[in-house]
């Protein structure tokens, strides 16, 4: 195998992003699990027969509304899952819906927006219950409280067994225990969270504010209103480990269905598990997958499950979603979401100039450059790909999406070093994929430069020399520290450093 091929796939496999989005095995017909090799995916659940009900199961979805990543053929959002219930309900199924939390990636200003976002979302899925994670208790017990206002339009709860806000256990908030019927059987859910897990959220190490109980003992307190509700089926959303789950199997068969976090982010093998009479399933991460349990009560194994791949080929995009999209979009715009959050210092020190800046010297490079589509990346959030200009929501005001199709910006962090691009009318100069983002920010490089051209004394050869290697950029420097940092297994799952970088490399000083 070529250096660069096996330097870039230690890479990716480091970065710890399992097998990308949507291009690990899947249980369809396509290996890639998004239709690739041509053949027709199987619909989901094809060998159900119709259940009394079904639950849809998510959890983990760490911020992603839209399929993980830039790609249109990488799984998941929350647009397909909208349509894998509508394809159930369309086949005389009953559906509600149940997911684990972890729903964020940050504790942030957008975080707080994308939480009302996947709110409504879920809401519009039907679905009753959402557990907590780490992400949803940094958002912190106000957050919680906010959001916790189940209606008959609106049904879905914030529950918790092991969560208490502001030292007061009989708020209602979270809900200990939800009962609810569908499909004319009683359905019963709570949650809980790991301390393990939550632990080094800040409002946890304060007990006025948030506490977390041992998961075991808060259980015990429900057995007996559990027991009087006598429910058909009692689930357990744990957020922990499998063994986690697996011990509270153990002392707790009354739920017969737990949805357990602590797994693979693709969970394609061993899920689900049984421990003694309960079924322990997994739906990995980032909203690829959506488990569908379906429940027999007259059968001899009741439940049945199935972990669904959210592909293009089966599932369509939601319109109901797609304005869910929008809708997100227009708040960041109109709360200046890239401009009101707190910027980064470049390690460095030093600022960003601009393209243009740099093409007054390296005129080839810059040329070359201004013919790649680094040179059009805010284009792309502006319009879409061609042919989805008429249907593109814009993407200019989502640092998550301006991070990579900007200049000036952490990338991973999806955070804005000062000097970086803010706007179209404030900086354009920092429109696109440019220099600066894989050589460094070039503000010393140019001073020395101009003070080197205009007076000789006042810069030693040996600084300017020192400066331009600083901002030179080898091929194995591209590969191991550059390239990555966008073209990372969620956004570029089939990235190919050697097909790429002939298409952007320049070499040499003009």
Known sequence: MPRTRLLILLLLCA?????????????????????????????PLKDFPKPAFALILSGEQHGYLEPCGCSETQSGGVARRYDLVRQLRERGWEVAGFDLGGTLKHARKQSVIKFDSI?????????????????????????????????????????????????????????RLLTFELGGQKIAVTSIIAPAVAKHVPDVQNPAMMRVDDPAAALRTLREPLAAEAPALAVLLSYGSLDDARSLAKEFPEYALIVSTGGAEDPLTDNPVREGKTLIVQVGHKGKYTGVCAFYPDAEEPLKFE??????????????????????????????????????????????????????????????????????????????????????????????????????????????????????????????????????????????????????????EAELIAERKVVQLTEILAVKTVCYRCHDNDNSPNFDFEKYWPKVRHVGRD
Not at 170 to 175: A, C, I, K, V, W
Not at 398 to 408: A, L, R, V
């Open 307 to 460: 972990l669904v791949n959210l592909d293009k080929d089966r599932f369509d995009n939601a319109k109901e979603m797609i304005e869910v999209m929008r809708a997100y979009q227009d708040r960041l715009r109109d709360e200046s979401i890239i401009e009101s959050e707190a910027a980064l210092r470049h390690p460095t020190g030093k600022q960003f100039v601009g393209a243009l800046k740099c093409g007054e010297c390296h005129k080839k490079a810059y040329a070359t450059w201004k013919e790649t589509k680094h040179a059009h990346a805010y284009e792309s959030l502006e319009k879409g790909r061609p042919g989805q200009e008429a249907d593109w929501i814009t993407r200019i005001h989502d640092p998550e999406c301006i991070s990579c199709h900007t200049t000036g910006w952490n990338a991973q962090e999806s955070l804005r070093f000062d000097s970086g691009f803010v706007s179209a009318a404030r900086t354009p100069h920092l429109l696109g994929q440019q220099c600066e983002n894989c050589h460094g920010p070039g503000s010393r490089h140019v001073n020395l430069e101009e003070l080197y051209k205009s007076d000789r004394k006042s810069v030693t």
């Open 15 to 43: 970065m710890g992003c399992g097998g990308g989005c949507g291009d690990s095995p899947a249980p369809d017909p396509s290996p890639t699990g998004n239709g690739s090799t041509g053949a027709k995916p199987a619909p």
């Open 119 to 175: 709110f409504d979302a879920l809401n519009q899925m039907d679905y009753r219950a959402l557990g907590l994670g780490p992400e949803e208790l940094q958002l912190g017990a106000d957050q919680i409280l906010i959001h916790n206002i189940p209606t008959d339009e609106r049904p879905l709860a914030i529950v918790s067994a092991n969560v208490t806000l502001h030292d007061n256990p009989d708020s209602g908030t979270p809900l």
